[in-house]
């Protein structure tokens, strides 16, 4: 049966009494639909629920035992784990100097990490892309990623993979550089509040464009976030949880952490790769699982004025998973509800993450 933990803490960080309770009340849900459980080794999941707000509320509130919440998150570090508090690099280092890196973010399910093969190959690419030298085989980071799950005793997590230029000089020179350093971190995310899976999130076209692929292109995951961020702030500001960003042209490209799908007459439509967007493996999965039921799937460039006009809208990643956008730039999409095709879709997602490894 699944207990709250309540931790009281003395004067004396080091004296923690853990007192086990049986919850007051759990969420009117059954099973979980395939979002992270925040939960280190978490109860057996329930089977059967389909509401969307409430299926995403139990994967972030599922209980854990008392031991497991006092437990420190162990990050790799160039072979090497340390506690959260202790992991270190060089304050030399171009990655934290000039966002000279790559990364990945990845998703674990049942502790197995979703897809981890086209993750890495996209960070090998985004690496060769600016003559970035990973340190490690593939095939060792792809055990070592697997391996800091485990560690941290994870079923459901977020994996971040870092591969820094290494420390260097306080110049731009990369070829200063040296060791660059491969970090994995396994933890929990919650991008948007469980209930905008329900409702839908309503965004706004941020001024920012995506920066343009000539420059640096959209492609390479680079620890360069700033063109993103500057976007996401944007939106923040106008009291959205995520803005779109369009192209040089002028076209729709993606979201600040999202690819973006619309729908219009049962069949879905999505930015092409060479409209300046990070080409996704959640979008990619989403592709082929629309394509395995009959739907229609077009990559085409797209304009404000399709996702004004769409039937449904949503957005897909590996933190965001399948979230609904209801309303952009105040305007209604559809009937202002999660519609069907995106149920569907976040629905057959859920169901392929739950899958065996």
Not at 157 to 182: C, E, F, H, M, W
Not at 234 to 243: L, P, S, T
Not at 299 to 322: K, M, N, Q
Request: aromatic content about 6%; proline content about 6%.
């Amino acid at each position: 049966m699944a207990v709250l933990c309540l931790i009281a803490t003395t004067l004396k960080p080091a004296k923690r009494r853990v007192e086990c309770i049986p919850p007051a009340a759990e969420p009117d849900c059954q099973r979980p639909i395939g979002s992270p459980n925040p939960a280190r080794n978490a109860y057996p999941r329930r089977l059967g629920c389909t509401h969307l707000a409430v299926a995403h509320r139990c994967l972030f509130h599922h209980y854990q035992p008392c031991l497991n919440l006092m437990a420190s998150v162990e990050i790799y570090i160039d072979g090497q784990y340390y506690a959260k508090e202790d992991a270190k690099i060089s304050v030399y280092d171009h990655g934290l100097l000039y966002g000279d890196g790559v990364f990945e973010g990845m998703r674990a399910y049942r502790g197995q990490v979703f897809r981890l093969d086209q993750h890495l190959d996209r960070l090998y690419e985004s690496a060769e892309a600016i003559l970035l030298h990973i340190p490690m085989e593939k095939s060792a980071l792809a055990q070592a990623v697997q391996a800091t799950v485990q560690r941290n005793n994870l079923q459901d997590a977020y994996i971040r993979l870092v591969v820094t230029r290494g420390a260097g000089s306080l110049g731009l020179d990369p070829a200063k550089t040296s060791n660059p350093q491969v970090i994995i971190i396994a933890d929990h995310i919650s991008l948007y509040p469980p209930e905008l899976y329900e409702k839908g999130l309503e965004i706004i076209t941020a001024a920012t464009i995506r920066n343009h692929p000539a420059a640096l292109n959209p492609r390479i995951k680079s620890l360069n976030y700033l063109n993103n961020i500057l976007a996401k702030m944007e939106g923040k500001q106008a009291g959205c949880d995520e803005a779109l960003m369009l192209n040089h042209r002028g076209e729709v490209a993606e979201c600040t952490g999202d690819n973006i799908f619309i729908v219009k007459r049962d069949q879905l439509y999505t930015p092409p790769v060479d409209a300046g967007i990070l080409e996704g493996v959640t979008r990619n999965a989403v592709i082929e699982l629309a394509r395995q039921a009959g739907r229609v799937v077009h990559e085409v460039a797209l304009t404000r004025h399709d996702i004004y006009v769409a039937d449904e809208c949503f957005l897909t990643g590996s933190a965001a998973e399948v979230i609904p956008v209801i309303k952009v730039d105040q305007r209604t999409i559809g009937s202002g509800q999660v519609g069907p095709v995106t149920k569907q879709m976040h629905a057959a997602f859920h169901e392929l993450v739950r899958q065996p490894a």
